[in-house]
Nanobody, 115 residues
Framework: QVQLVESGGGLVQPGGSLRLSCAAS????????MGWYRQAPGKQREPVAV???????YYANFVNRRFIISRDKGKNTVYLQMDKVNPEDTAVYYC?????????WGQGTQVTVSS
């Protein structure tokens, strides 16, 4: 059993910053990758940023160097530093953990960008 606990969401003004965290626990071995996805109302869930076990990173085009994904291997935790956010970043952000062919998801944390 794998559990993912996210934190750090909330209300932020346009141009502001936010840091999301996701801690994994349980039967964890041979993690392929950890990452963040988001889903806005009426839209499909989409990837935001992913970091592989080797440290390689992927960012969606819309990130445009505003976000940084990082991880603490010892704590099985992944972070998403979000800077210069805009209203289009409003969504529920989900943590993803991939072990082999299995995908695990967190419960989601709401990020709202509004003045």
């Amino acid at each position: 059993q794998v559990q993912l606990v996210e934190s750090g969401g909330g209300l932020v003004q346009p141009g502001g910053s936010l840091r999301l965290s996701c801690a994994a626990s349980g039967s964890i071995s041979s993690i392929n990758s950890m990452g963040w996805y988001r889903q806005a109302p009426g839209k499909q869930r989409e990837p935001v940023a992913v970091i592989s076990s080797g440290g390689s990173t992927y960012y969606a085009n819309f990130v445009n160097r505003r976000f940084i994904i990082s991880r603490d291997k010892g704590k099985n935790t992944v972070y998403l530093q979000m800077d210069k956010v805009n209203p289009e970043d409003t969504a529920v952000y989900y943590c993803n953990l991939q072990i082999g062919v299995q995908n695990y998801w967190g419960q989601g944390t709401q990020v709202t960008v509004s003045s």
